[in-house]
């Protein structure tokens, strides 16, 4: 009905933001958001508890666009990248490079995927 049900974060460490940009929920129900400035995607439950956060160990330059895929793996675009995680944050893949040629990325702020991932 559109009633506003909860806030949780705010600027700051673990389970704060610093300029949040994509926001999607994973099969468990888990809240992933890209939290830019802080260069990190963090988890939380539905009522907004703080589970993890990742991407610090790949070095993340602006994290903006997050949606999960068919095998719940976290997609993240980046600034330069499109980088694949598992769903407890470990790195598995990553394609596009810096430029503006085929292949090449510069500043996607979206990301999705269909039904074959």
């Known amino acids: 009905d559109g ?3 909860r806030t ?15 926001v999607c929920v994973n ?7 890209a939290d830019s400035e802080n260069h990190r995607v963090q988890m939380f439950t539905c009522d907004g508890t ?10 993340f330059n602006w994290p903006c ?3 999960v895929d ?7 675009a980046d600034l330069y990248n499109i980088r694949v ?6 790195a598995l893949r990553t394609f596009g490079t810096k430029g503006e040629g085929a292949g090449q990325l510069h500043g996607p702020f979206g990301v999705c995927v269909d039904e074959g991932g």
Do not use: M, W, Y
């Open 85 to 90: 995680f598992s769903n407890d944050g470990t």
């Open 8 to 22: 949780c974060g705010s600027q700051g460490a673990h389970g704060q933001f610093d300029e949040p940009k994509g």
């Open 27 to 33: 099969a468990a129900g888990l809240i992933i958001v």
């Open 65 to 67: 666009g997050v949606c």
């Open 50 to 59: 703080f589970v993890r956060a990742f991407g610090s160990e790949v070095g």
């Open 3 to 5: 009633s506003f049900v």
């Open 70 to 76: 068919g095998d719940d793996n976290i997609v993240v």
